[in-house]
């Protein structure tokens, strides 16, 4: 499974982004996908998911209501739309595909994925 990210750029604060995740091959339903972020200097965190262990998308607490994951299985493709952007959500977008199972269990760690994107950068300036 290959990724490929697509959709950062430089908003200002309060602005929208959309962030595309676009999978070589078909990852649903044996794969769940996964967004991470890593700003300069800190460590890669989880934002959001496919799934998570009650069956709904996860989502870290610093975006919830911000943020929302969806995916369109049919052209393998997840997105992430961010709204009301703060100047630190800004980081290295990255999405991930892991086994459903391991990501039901651990959606915001790094080691329930298998296979990685390269990542899209986001700016966001106040």
């Known amino acids: 499974v290959q990724l490929v990210e697509s959709g950062g750029g430089h908003v200002q604060a309060g602005g929208s982004l959309r962030l595309s995740c676009a999978a070589s091959?078909?990852?649903?339903?044996?794969?769940?996908i996964g967004w991470f972020r890593q700003a300069p200097g800190k460590e890669r965190e989880g934002v959001s998911a496919t799934s998570s262990g009650d069956g709904t998308p996860y989502y870290a607490d610093s975006v919830k209501g911000r943020f929302t994951i969806s995916s369109d299985n049919a052209k393998n493709m997840v997105y992430l739309q961010m709204n009301s952007l703060k100047p630190e959500d800004a980081a290295v977008y990255y999405c991930?595909?892991?086994?459903?199972?391991?990501?039901?269990?651990?959606?915001?760690?790094?080691?329930?994925?298998?296979?990685w994107g390269r990542g899209t950068q986001v700016t966001v300036s106040s």
């Open positions: 091959s078909r990852v649903f339903p044996d794969y769940a």
């Open positions: 991930a595909a892991g086994p459903l199972s391991w990501v039901e269990a651990r959606p915001d760690h790094t080691g329930a994925y298998d296979y």
